[in-house]
Each structure stands twice: as structure tokens, then as C-alpha cells.
């Protein structure tokens, strides 16, 4: 029982951290109608960026603000020196083009920090447990990404929909022209937007640092996930993408702890933990599948578009 | 098709007559590398073909191609590790394997449109791909080395790189040639006018969702077939195979020769791989000069230059090279 609530608050961490990536992707994806697959770069540069501050400062805090405010400028760049010149094209494009600036910002972080990995160090008081429940003990760490998370998700909702420069975007999103005519900078707007969504990706990668270690094509795998996560929730809600990335991080989290022992009813011990973890990386993606056989446009379509 | 001498006729006769001579070139005294580089050319020429046949004719952008390469080269693999070794068993398998599975995706995410059927396929690969990690008995993530290639008569002894390299040329028109044909019938007929207005197409009276189904899993043969030709050339599978950058990979040829043109996905493929083993050469022969020992260094980090390559011909090079070669008009 311990076991299963520890693995749920796991899965809810790696949910939420699935979330923080997913938001930027789905707004983007949402409001430019941009597939961006070198989302998952912003992350890698954003973890990347936190080590070396951290190196550079010898503070966590200090060096995940930095790094948070690097990786907003690097998304802003990008957006004015690239993306600014996807919008309106075809799909296709947008996964040419920014599979090519996948390919770029991997190079690049290879020449600037050499290809061998970093790791970000956890100051000492992260880098304790707490008690939760009697015999059970979990890491602060985790817990403050839960929470850290939270919060974000939550200023998130609240700028998009209670915010001026929330109803800007939503309107932006479902009439480009009349905003623009009504006077609104539209093109600041989406740079704005889309370096939001760099700073979240960037928040993701630099709180998932100190538990993996960063290095080249961390982002690729983490985000096909997002993809799925948008995909289930439905592509441009942010609400959506919420319930997917919490279903996704149980999903995975729980299938990893628990399927090895189910498969082990039914087949050899050994045999079951061979195919257990790839079982397991299975069934999201067959989730999305059937939430797209069933929903093609998602469990949350947004609607009037 | 026209046969009037134009640039663009001219620079692919004169790919085909090089890829033609390429072997005796190499039995002269060429750099015997040059061989094997070619025959991975054509062989993801192959699979480039196909995904064109979708996605530049039938508008189906498959994030997931790399799939059936995966799976023929795993029906080749898994055979002969069972001790079937003859390419009359393996082959035909892998083939349709692969348009077994290209039934099912392709049933399944045809249902979808535009982006998520871009993902839905990304994501049926990736299914895939851990089904392949998960393959225990066949070597699972690290991969399963084929000791013997697909054995035919013995006059066509595939381990005769030469041989090879001709029999994979000879497929590769072959199926240039198949989808010449099928976009120029009837069917591809229905096929381009779905991608073009799919509501219309129904409302005329084709069923078009069971003419891209076909279309897809012919697509999806034609490239089990490449992957047969894969295990065979590099003896090995593995997962590594049918990772979504391989996928990419394939798109990116695709687009760089040309969107529904049918030599440009050859074009794409020499392109590219040349592009990819010449680039770091050429940064550090032209460099070296200049810049000294840093330009040894900067063409190990040649991807840095092809990345931004590849945005500005997504940017101002639409149609791909072949689109520049026939001149001017965007499409």
C-alpha cells in the first residue's frame, strides 16, 4: 500500500513535469497552429543552462532563475529568427524545419559543452526526505516539483483565462487578423507566447536535471511524450493537457512498478522482466491510439475553431 | 514524364548512368567505400520511394516509416537466426510482414487527418519500437547480427558486394518504375484527387478510405522490402533502426529531392548521405587553411551546418531540388 502511493506521487511528479512541457507545446501548437518538435531542445538547453550557473553561482535558486530567463531569450530568438516564418505552412514543414533545429541545437551544445553529460547537484536542503505517513519517507525534492508545478499550472490557467494578455491569446489563437487589426502587436504577442512556452519546457528540463543527468537528446524521448499528452488531451487545451500528462506520468510510473508482477502470473519470471519495461513504454502510446480511435480530436477538443 | 531535354532530365540521366558505372569505377581502382555508401544510398532510396508515394502523392504525412524498415529487417534477422537463410522464404516475409503491419496502422490511423495523423503513426512506431526492445530472444535493445545473408541461386551471391549493389539498384527502378505506374492508373488517380479534396473524391462516389489503406500498405511493403535490403547490407538489426529520427530522416530525403516527384526521393537520398559523409571533409579541407587546427574540430559538429540547411530549403526551396532543377515556380 506504501509501495502504491509512493509510485502514484512519482507518477503525479512525472505528470506534472510531462504538463510543463506539454503547456508550451500545446500553446504553441494551439495558437500558431506550429508543430514544433525542437521543443524538446528548449528543455535540454534549459537544463544545461541551470547546471552550468549552478557551477558558475553555487546556488540552485539563483541558477534555475538564470536559467529560466536564458531559455526564455533563446526561445524568443528562435521564434523571431525561425519560426516567425513557419506560421500559415504546412505541417509538413514545420516537422522539417524544426527536426533540422533539433539537429542544430544537439551540435550546438555538443561544441559548447562537450559530449560528455553535467550533472546539477542538489543543495543539502533538497537533498532530504520527509516523512509522510508513517513509514513513509519521500524525497523534498520530489515534492517541491510537485508543488512548484502546481503552481505553475495554476498561474498558467489564470493568465490564459482571467488576464488581458490571456484574452489577447485566446483571441489571437482563433482570429489572427482581427486582433492584429483591432491594434494589438501580434507578432510581439506570439513571441511572447512561444518564449512562455521555451521558459516552461526550460523549467522542465532544469527541475528534471538533478534526477537524470543532462545530456545531448535528453528532450527527444520526454518529447514525443508531450506529443502524446497533447494528442490524448486535445491539441491546444491547456486543461487537457493537464488530465493527459497526470494519466500519462500514473500510467507509466505504475505500469513500470506493478506489470512485471502481473505478467509474472501468466508467463516465466524471467520472460516477464525481460518484456515488463517495454510492455509498459507500450501502453501510452496504445492509449493514445484508442483515445484517437475512439476521439480523433482528443478527450478536450477546443472548441470554435 | 516528358522526354525533352530539360536541366532537370539531364541531371537524373546523368545520376542514373553514374549509379549504372558506379561498380566498374570501383573495380578500377576506386575507393571501395564509395560501393557500400551507394548501396545504402539506393537502399533508403528504396524506403524514400514509398514514403513519397504516400506523402507526396497521397498527402499522408507518416511520422512512422521508419517501421517497415524495422520490420523487414527483423523478419530477414529473426529468420536466419532460426536458421532459415534462403532470401525465396526471407524476403517475401519480410515483405509482407510489413504490409501486414502496414494493414493495421494504416486501418487504424487513416481514420485521422493532418496532425494527428502525423503523431498516431509516431506513435505506432514507437509501439513498435519497444516491441522490438522487448525481443529478448533476439538480442532486444543491443540488436541481432545476421551471420549470413539471404541465400538465392548460386549465381546471385549476395556477400559479392558488387552483386549486391546491383540487384539493389535493379529494385530500386523497379519500384520507381511500380510507382510510376500506380500514380499514372486510375487508382493513383483517386489517390492524388483525395489529397487534394478528399470530400469532393467521396462525394463523386470513391470510397477513398480503402483506396489510401491500399495505398498505404503497398507503401508499406515497398519499404519492408528496403529493410530486407538493409539487414542484408549492414548484417545487423536493431531497435535503433526504427527510432523516430530515423523516420525523419526519411522525410527530410524526401522533401530535400522533392514532394511527389518520382526521382526525387533519389535525389534526396544521394543528397543527403553524401552531404552527410562529405560535409566534414569538406569543412576540413576548405577550413584548415584558414582556421587551422579549429576547423579539424568544427567538422566533427558538421550537423550544426545541416540543420539550419535543412530550414532554409523547408524556407525558400519548396518543391525540394527537384523543384529548383525544373526552374522557378513554387509549388
Known amino acids: ?305 | 514524364m516528358s522526354a525533352r531535354l530539360t536541366l532537370r532530365n539531364a541531371v537524373v540521366a546523368g545520376l542514373l548512368v553514374f549509379l549504372v558505372l558506379l561498380p566498374v569505377y570501383v573495380s578500377h581502382g576506386g575507393n571501395p567505400f564509395l560501393l557500400t555508401l551507394f548501396t545504402r544510398i539506393l537502399i533508403l532510396a528504396v524506403a524514400a520511394t514509398s514514403l513519397n508515394l504516400i506523402m507526396g502523392y497521397g498527402g499522408m504525412v507518416s511520422f512512422g516509416h521508419a517501421v517497415f524498415i524495422g520490420a523487414g529487417g527483423y523478419a530477414v534477422g529473426i529468420l536466419a537466426e532460426e536458421g532459415v537463410a534462403s532470401g525465396f522464404v526471407q524476403w517475401p516475409v519480410a515483405v509482407a510482414v510489413s504490409a501486414l503491419i502496414a494493414l493495421v496502422i494504416g486501418a487504424l490511423s487513416l481514420r485521422t487527418r493532418g496532425v494527428y495523423f502525423i503523431m498516431i503513426t509516431l506513435g505506432f512506431a514507437q509501439v513498435l519500437y519497444y516491441v522490438t526492445v522487448g525481443l529478448d530472444r533476439y538480442g532486444g535493445d543491443d540488436g541481432l547480427t545476421i551471420y549470413t545473408r539471404s541465400e538465392f541461386f548460386r549465381a546471385l551471391n549476395l556477400s559479392n558486394k558488387t552483386t549486391f549493389y546491383y540487384v539493389c539498384l535493379a529494385l530500386l527502378f523497379a519500384v520507381i518504375a511500380l510507382v510510376w505506374r500506380l500514380v499514372n492508373s486510375r487508382f493513383g488517380l483517386v489517390i492524388r484527387g483525395s489529397r487534394s479534396n478528399d470530400r469532393r473524391m467521396q462525394a463523386i462516389g470513391f470510397p477513398t478510405f480503402r483506396y489510401r489503406l491500399v495505398c498505404f500498405v503497398i507503401a508499406g511493403a515497398i519499404c519492408g522490402l528496403a529493410g530486407a535490403l538493409l539487414a542484408n547490407h549492414t548484417e545487423f538489426v536493431s531497435p535503433a533502426m526504427m527510432h523516430w529520427t530515423r523516420s525523419g530522416d526519411l522525410i527530410v530525403m524526401v522533401v530535400l529531392g522533392g514532394l511527389g516527384s518520382l526521382f526525387g526521393p533519389l535525389i534526396g537520398a544521394v543528397t543527403l548521405l553524401v552531404f552527410e559523409e562529405s560535409l566534414p571533409l569538406l569543412i576540413k579541407s576548405l577550413g584548415t587553411p584558414i582556421f587551422g587546427a579549429g576547423a579539424a574540430r568544427a567538422a566533427e559538429y558538421w550537423q550544426i551546418v545541416l540543420g539550419p540547411l535543412l530550414l532554409l530549403i523547408v524556407l525558400y526551396a519548396r518543391g525540394g531540388i527537384d523543384g529548383l532543377l525544373k526552374g522557378g515556380r513554387r509549388g
Request: charged share 10%.
Open chain 1, 1 to 305: 500500500m506504501l509501495l502504491l502511493i509512493e509510485q502514484i506521487l512519482n507518477g503525479l511528479q512525472l505528470g506534472l513535469l510531462l504538463f510543463l512541457l506539454a503547456a508550451g507545446l500545446t500553446l504553441v501548437f494551439g495558437i500558431m497552429d506550429l508543430v514544433n518538435l525542437a521543443h524538446g531542445s528548449l528543455y535540454m538547453i534549459g537544463a544545461y543552462f541551470a547546471a552550468t550557473f549552478a557551477a558558475l553561482t553555487g546556488s540552485f535558486v539563483l541558477a534555475a532563475i538564470l536559467a529560466l530567463g536564458a531559455t526564455l531569450l533563446v526561445g524568443m530568438a528562435v521564434e523571431v529568427i525561425a519560426m516567425r516564418r513557419l506560421y500559415g505552412r504546412d505541417h509538413l514543414d514545420h516537422v522539417l524545419a524544426t527536426f533540422g533545429l533539433i539537429l542544430f541545437f544537439n551540435e550546438l551544445v555538443r561544441l559548447l559543452w562537450g559530449p560528455a553529460g553535467m550533472n546539477l547537484p542538489l543543495p543539502g536542503w533538497l537533498n532530504t526526505s520527509v516523512q509522510l505517513l508513517p513509514g513513509l519517507q519521500y524525497p523534498t525534492y520530489r515534492i517541491a516539483i510537485i508543488l512548484v508545478s502546481l503552481a505553475v499550472a495554476v498561474l498558467l490557467y489564470v493568465t490564459v483565462m482571467r488576464t488581458r494578455i490571456g484574452m489577447l491569446i485566446r483571441a489571437g489563437a482563433s482570429n489572427r487578423e482581427m486582433v492584429s487589426a483591432l491594434g494589438v502587436n501580434i507578432k510581439l504577442l506570439y513571441t511572447l507566447v512561444f518564449g512562455l512556452g521555451a521558459a516552461l519546457a526550460g523549467l522542465a528540463g532544469l527541475m528534471q536535471a538533478p534526477i537524470l543527468t543532462v545530456q545531448i537528446g535528453m528532450g527527444e524521448n520526454i518529447l514525443i511524450l508531450a506529443f502524446v499528452v497533447i494528442i490524448i488531451g486535445g491539441i491546444g487545451s491547456i486543461r487537457g493537457a493537464l488530465i493527459a500528462a497526470i494519466l500519462i506520468g500514473l500510467i507509466d510510473t505504475i505500469g513500470r512498478s506493478y506489470l512485471p508482477d502481473l505478467l509474472r502470473l501468466v508467463m516465466s519470471p524471467r520472460g516477464a522482466s525481460a518484456i515488463a519495461p517495454a510492455v509498459s513504454s507500450m501502453l501510452i502510446y496504445a492509449l493514445m491510439a484508442l483515445v484517437l480511435i475512439v476521439r480523433p480530436q482528443g478527450l478536450f477538443p477546443v472548441s470554435g475553431k
